[in-house]
């Protein structure tokens, strides 16, 4: 009697998958992708805490309005792509979660020149100030409390998506579509959360911007 293993690779071998593009190389994989999300998220972590004091001839926020735009076209991006695996349109499929990846690079630069360039801003803070008083914590209601558990998600969330974003690819990449599949399970509600609710918290502090 075959093995389940077995029995998956012949199925998905037998499927109209789209050629695998890397090396089987677990440990390499591995490797290379547990440093780069280290590395990623201890520069995130660093930058993210400090400001520039530079002098623009723009408006930074406009960085924070990039992020809302790019987090919207992926969450776009990711139901067109289950719409397609749906439909066993796999290279489409593939098509457009590669294009999801290339956003969130551009979301991360993005990301990091926001904070770099504009620093924090508080929610409900109206006068700017760095400091929520009594009557702007009266003005914000419970749409801060709101605000605050929607970020207490997504930060944690967005913190953690990266490795599993890589290895779901790299799966498919690498043609093992049976673990790809089972990641994918895992990675894909968590990105899709992590994309809505980045667009959500931006449409919440944004009038908080100076």
């Known amino acids: 009697m075959r093995k389940k293993g077995e029995q998956e690779r012949g199925e998905y071998a037998n499927a109209n998958y789209p050629l695998p593009v890397l090396p089987k190389n677990d440990r390499t994989a591995k490797r290379f992708i547990w440093v780069l999300s280290v590395i990623v998220f201890a520069a995130i972590a660093f930058l ?4 520039l004091n530079v002098h623009l001839n723009f408006d930074p926020h406009i960085f924070a309005t990039i992020n809302a735009c790019i987090n919207t076209v992926v969450s776009i991006l990711l139901l067109l792509a289950l719409w397609a ?9 593939k098509n457009l979660m590669i294009a999801a990846i290339l956003l969130s690079i551009l979301f991360l630069l993005s990301y990091v020149a926001h904070h770099l360039l504009s620093g924090e801003t508080k929610f409900g ?86």
């Open 85 to 93: 695996v749906k439909g066993k349109r796999f290279t489409l499929h």
């Open 125 to 210: 803070d109206l006068n700017h100030d760095g400091i929520l008083g009594s009557d702007e914590k009266i003005l914000a209601g419970s749409r801060r409390y709101f605000y605050y558990a929607l970020l207490i998600t997504h930060i944690p969330l967005a913190a953690i998506i990266l490795p599993f974003i890589l290895f779901t690819a790299y799966r498919s990449l690498s043609g093992d579509y049976a673990q790809h599949k089972k990641l994918a399970r895992i990675t894909w509600p968590i990105w899709l959360y992590v994309a809505v609710s980045g667009v959500v918290i931006y449409w919440m502090i944004s009038p908080y911007y100076t």
């Open 48 to 51: 993210s805490q400090t400001k």
